[in-house]
Nanobody, 121 residues
Framework: QVQLVESGGGLVQAGGSLRLSCAAS????????LGWFRQAPGKEREFVAA????????YYADSVKGRFTISREKMKNTVYLQMNSLKPEDTAVYYC??????????????WGQGTQVTVSS
């Protein structure tokens, strides 16, 4: 299993930055893909970015390429999502998720509790 705890959400003005953290633990996370998803009010959940822990590959949605960066800190078993040049349309609850077999395309088996990101115009 994989346990995930997110942190780092908040309120920021358009053009600003935030960094989300996802602390992972459990016997299977070292072979996992860790992804960030988001869900805005009234919209379906969408993929944002993913990182394959064993290989170190990264993947991004077109809507965030060039603005968001996913990275990891091995010693802390933590994946980060650095979000720059934020736009009001980035407002959503952001979720960290893990696919225990390392498939960045999912399906993702484990989910964190979510953290709210609000970007004001």
């Amino acid at each position: 299993q994989v346990q995930l705890v997110e942190s780092g959400g908040g309120l920021v003005q358009a053009g600003g930055s935030l960094r989300l953290s996802c602390a992972a633990s459990g016997p299977r996370f070292s072979r996992s893909a860790l992804g960030w998803f988001r869900q805005a009010p009234g919209k379906e959940r969408e993929f944002v970015a993913a990182f394959t822990w064993s290989v170190g590959s990264t993947y991004y949605a077109d809507s965030v390429k060039g603005r968001f960066t996913i990275s990891r800190e091995k010693m802390k078993n933590t994946v980060y999502l650095q979000m720059n040049s934020l736009k009001p349309e980035d407002t959503a609850v952001y979720y960290c998720a893990a696919d225990a077999l390392g498939r960045f395309e999912g399906p993702y088996d484990y989910w964190g509790q979510g953290t709210q990101v609000t970007v004001s115009s």
